[in-house]
């Protein structure tokens, strides 16, 4: 496995999504390119998963991930929605913050970790209201690499 931070420097998205599937096509789009797979595959994942119950954490915040077999490395992205959309959120909030993590079925290491970590950083109030103040993506991501989120290279084994 090669070495990868989390959330790649490139890994922040601003998008206009119309709705929930329309949202899961544009990150599948997005993470097939960076895994070097095909798109149907990534959002047949993604669909599958959410088919489970629904990956909004609430307070406008949604957490799609899944599995692939066949993929190198983890690959995450963060999404910021200019328009909320419904998510199906326990807590009825629509989503404007979609933290988007892949990760390779063969790395059994490292998978809830890293979603865990994303979770515990999120419950911080603070993080979620910069993440949606940022004016750029860059500042996004600079946000991100304080939590500890963006940092050293992790390997997905870890």
Do not use: Y
Not at 29 to 51: D, F, H, I, K, N
Not at 67 to 95: C, H, S
């Amino acid at each position: 496995m090669g070495t990868t931070n989390l959330f790649p420097a490139d890994g922040v998205l601003d998008l206009n999504a119309p709705n929930k599937s329309g949202l899961l096509q544009i990150l599948a789009a997005e993470a097939a390119t960076r895994l070097g797979c095909p798109e149907e595959e990534v959002l047949s994942a993604l669909q599958a998963r959410e088919a489970l119950g629904s990956t909004a954490l609430g307070r406008g915040i949604a957490l799609p991930h899944a599995r692939m077999e066949g993929i190198q490395a983890p690959v995450a992205l963060l999404a910021r929605l200019r328009k909320p959309i419904e998510f199906e959120a326990k807590d009825g909030e629509p989503v404007d913050l979609v933290f988007l993590v892949i990760w390779p079925t063969e790395a059994t290491e490292g998978f809830l970790p890293a979603l865990s970590d994303i979770c515990r950083v999120l419950r911080e109030p603070q993080v979620p209201r910069q993440l949606r103040q940022a004016k750029s993506p860059q500042e996004a991501l600079d946000m991100l690499r304080e939590t500890g989120l963006v940092g050293p290279a992790r390997t997905a084994g870890e």
